[in-house]
């Protein structure tokens, strides 16, 4: 305290003559950055859960008008409130880049990475303030050309999430905002994971060194190298298809291209597959980047409920870089069947296979680091330790898909998404709502309230599983994924096409369970019950050495010395049951 | 504000100052956005055996041009071997600004980063030439894919260009004046702006080869 002690104006001063829009809007603190990029990504997961939910009705009741919001769609998405296939198409198209691009991305890293990992090395703030909030600016920018698209002419983008020229490349306007978009995206993610990692390297505080990160702050580091490096190829693709689109070039268009019996304008001789090539060099670090986060956070949860150390916390490192490494060979196990050749697919089935090998090292390190332990099971625990099943049904459900072979079944139905959904849904999305009531207090100084909070875990861990597990079912019966009307017309989905109302109810039921959590997340921020700076009595350097709220600008009263690893729980010399990082003890007892 | 530390001096254990580790990780990235420029033009041309064969129509149209039916002779070799001379002259002159600025000689600073940036217009001038010359010419984007790679590639190039003259006119006029103040952190700018500049040549350096020789 002494530091502060002394100079008491000078803070005084800082406080004062920041201007409400400095503080709040163009804010260079990475706390307020953490907070907005939290608070836009929650609206877009809303968004984009909503944009699911009238798929859901259009699949389990085809060609009824859909209720409440069906009259304002408008004559061109949905005439008498009822679905045009048009439409469906755009639903699904965004649904995925909302949820991917503008929720869970932004949501682990943008928020919980901006918010936590300076707090946890000790930093005063990010490495680059400045580049922080353009980030968080640019982002913004991306999410409103995104959300506008839904406007133009022929509505937004309607060519699937991974938009797959030629189809894309002749689609309506809207295809071009969502090219823009994602140009604006990949640019806010480049400034993010340049901050990110100079941060971790150059501002981790006196005696943290590498093996005494917590593993938060290693997810959020190899997360930043994926988003680094594994981007600008798909920037590279998204200025050849917006060629494509503007100036007639054919880099995706092969010669003599037939589309409505008319040949299709331009010189010819592009390969639609170089974009499959150029997306999924992106898309499939992507899924890192979406996982790897979400164990982060459920690492910090486990070690703190669990008060023990995280079992194996060296593999889990070793696993994280060695995932990430891989994560660049992998991404051509998304085409299979796309004619690329049984040599490649050979290639690419044998990486994926190798992948899977430090996801399993990660998840049962988790497993067995609740072992043994006196476990607190507090609204963050619950939704960490349902994290573990779900997400190892997503991976485990990914083998049959990985393989050459059982893909052409497999592939394009809704056997993939059921697959995919597990991963990220009550994955990667109940870690972040595990991430939001474990470090609530850190944001407010208050918790959120427990009662609420399991009355929102309990509903929709149920629900997912209801949602999800059909999809299953389905895909294995031969449903394709893309169908607008859920495959009434094929007779091999008839037997299977039941389930649909059964999934869809349970959709819209997900919806009421989200309302104790927006209830919960407001009320506690004025009402919740005032909860000290370290409510979990936790080790790590959020919790132990800044108080909560942390200090407006430089975050500790004192910069903090770190004496040892992150997870120093029950430490048997020690009466409090725990060792905060930075604190200091006796030398005799230091041995 | 906060004081964030090593924004000016390096930290001991990386041996580098923050917006230095920066720039190496953002020219990583660039790396891997003209690794993917690259990648997908030798894609193309490998993929498609009529790339670098002019159609019969454009040819006629071409005229006495239209001698060769190969794309790449259409390209001005003479003028992008003076623009690879430009772009590596100042590189030259970049390094040399920022040694004057390391033996605290601000008057010479001014002077070869004033040539930097004049280097860099003339490469904008003569790139100007090149593509009106093709425009001219009818040849657009959309008549063949090595042009079209030619002008993304190009032109995303040139762009790069525009950001670092941008930069560096910044710092050779009202960006300056950080060098009374904190002369130390002036002389970083300049080797981070320094660092960027370098990767922008060597961009060239590939791109020359690969469009205009192969």
């Known amino acids: ?591 | 504000m906060v004081e964030i530390p090593y924004n000016v001096e390096a930290r001991p254990d990386t041996g580098l100052y923050n917006a230095k580790l920066g720039i190496w990780l953002f020219l990583a990235s660039e790396v891997m956005l003209f690794g993917a420029l690259f990648s997908s033009y030798v894609l193309l041309r490998t993929g498609d055996p009529n790339f670098m064969t002019i159609p019969h129509e454009i040819a006629e149209h071409l005229g006495g041009h239209g001698e060769s039916h190969v794309w790449s002779d259409q390209l001005n070799v003479p003028l992008a071997f003076l623009n690879t001379l430009v772009l590596i002259f100042s590189s030259v002159t970049m390094v040399m600004s920022w040694v004057s600025l390391k033996l605290e000689d601000f008057g010479k600073y001014k002077l070869w980063m004033g040539l930097t940036c004049l280097c860099a217009l003339g490469f904008m001038v003569i790139k100007a030439i090149e593509y009106n010359a093709k425009f001219s010419h009818d040849l657009f984007p959309s008549s063949g894919n090595f042009l079209a790679i030619y002008f993304t590639m190009t032109g995303l190039h040139a762009l790069h260009v525009i950001g670092g003259l941008i930069v560096n006119g910044y710092l050779w006029g009202p960006g300056a004046k950080m060098w009374k103040t904190e002369p130390e952190r002036f002389t970083n700018r300049i080797e981070v702006a320094g660092l960027y500049w370098h990767f922008v040549d060597l961009v060239w350096i590939f791109l020359f080869p690969s469009l205009y020789l192969l």
Request: one cysteine or more; charged letters at 10%.
């Open chain 1, 1 to 591: 305290m002494s530091v502060l002690e002394t100079h008491p104006e000078d803070h005084e001063h800082v406080h004062h003559d920041e201007s409400w829009l400095r503080k709040y809007v163009f804010s260079q603190d990475h706390k307020v950055i953490g907070i907005q990029y939290g608070f836009t990504a929650l609206c877009f997961l809303l968004f984009g859960f909503l944009l699911m939910l009238m798929m859901r009705w259009q699949l389990a009741y085809p060609g009824q008008p859909i209720p409440i919001v069906g009259g304002i769609l408008g004559a061109d998405n949905a005439p008498g409130g009822i679905m045009l296939p048009e439409f469906y198409n755009q639903l699904g198209a965004m649904h995925g880049t909302i949820m991917v691009f503008l929720a869970i991305v932004p949501l682990a890293v943008g928020a919980f990475g901006n918010y936590v990992v300076p707090l946890q090395i000790g930093a005063p703030d990010m490495a680059f303030p400045k580049l922080n909030m353009m980030s968080y600016w640019v982002y913004a920018t991306g999410g409103v050309v995104m959300f506008a698209s839904f406007f133009v002419p022929g509505g937004a983008a309607n060519s699937g999430w991974t938009s797959y020229p030629p189809l894309s490349v002749t689609a309506t306007a809207g295809q071009s905002w969502w090219l823009l978009g994602m140009v604006l995206l990949i640019t806010s993610s480049l400034l993010g994971s340049v901050n990110f990692i100079v941060t971790i390297f150059q501002l981790r505080v006196e005696g943290l060194t590498w093996m005494r990160l917590p593993f938060f702050v290693w997810a959020q580091l190899v997360t930043a190298f994926l988003l680094l490096l594994a981007f600008p190829p798909l920037e590279a693709a998204g200025f050849f298809q917006l060629m494509d689109r503007v100036l007639d070039t054919s880099f995706f268009m092969p010669s003599g291209l037939v589309v409505s019996g008319e040949v299709v304008r331009g010189a010819g001789g592009g390969s639609p597959l170089l974009w499959q090539h150029l997306f999924w060099f992106l898309a499939h670090p992507e899924v890192y980047v979406l996982i790897l986060p979400a164990m982060g956070i459920v690492a910090e949860v486990i070690a703190n409920n669990t008060r023990k150390p995280l079992w194996g916390y060296k593999s889990m490192v070793y696993a994280s870089i060695f995932l990430g490494f891989m994560s660049f060979i992998v991404w051509a196990h998304h085409m299979f069947l796309t004619g690329m050749g049984t040599t490649i697919s050979t290639f690419f089935q044998t990486t994926t296979m190798i992948i899977s090998i430090p996801s399993v090292i990660i998840l049962s390190a988790l497993l067995l680091s609740l072992w043994g332990g006196s476990i607190r099971f507090n609204t963050p625990m619950l939704f960490a330790l349902a994290f573990l099943p779900m997400f190892g049904i997503g991976g485990l459900t990914g083998l049959p898909l990985g393989f050459s072979a059982t893909d052409i079944h497999l592939h394009d139905t809704y056997y993939v998404i059921g697959h995919f959904h597990y991963v990220v849904a009550p994955g990667t999305i109940f870690a972040m709502f595990a991430g939001v009531y474990y470090w609530f207090p850190k944001v407010t100084g208050r918790r959120m309230s427990d009662f609420l909070g399991k009355l929102h875990f309990w509903p929709s861990f149920v629900l997912m599983n209801c949602i999800f597990m059909p999809m299953f079912i389905q895909g294995l019966a031969g449903v394709s994924r893309r169908l607008y009307d859920g495959g009434m017309q094929y007779a091999h989905a008839q037997p299977v096409l039941h389930w649909n109302q059964f999934m869809s109810i349970a959709a819209f039921c997900l919806f009421f369970a989200q309302i104790p959590f927006v209830v919960n997340l407001f009320l506690s921020i004025k009402r919740g019950k005032e909860c000290g700076d370290n409510p979990w009595q936790a080790t790590t350097l959020e919790w132990a050495a800044a108080p909560s709220p942390p200090v407006a600008h430089g975050n500790f009263p004192q910069t903090p010395v770190v004496h040892r690893g992150p997870y120093e729980y029950s430490p048997p010399e020690h009466p409090k049951g725990f060792m905060p990082q930075h604190a200091t003890v006796p030398a005799s007892e230091e041995g």
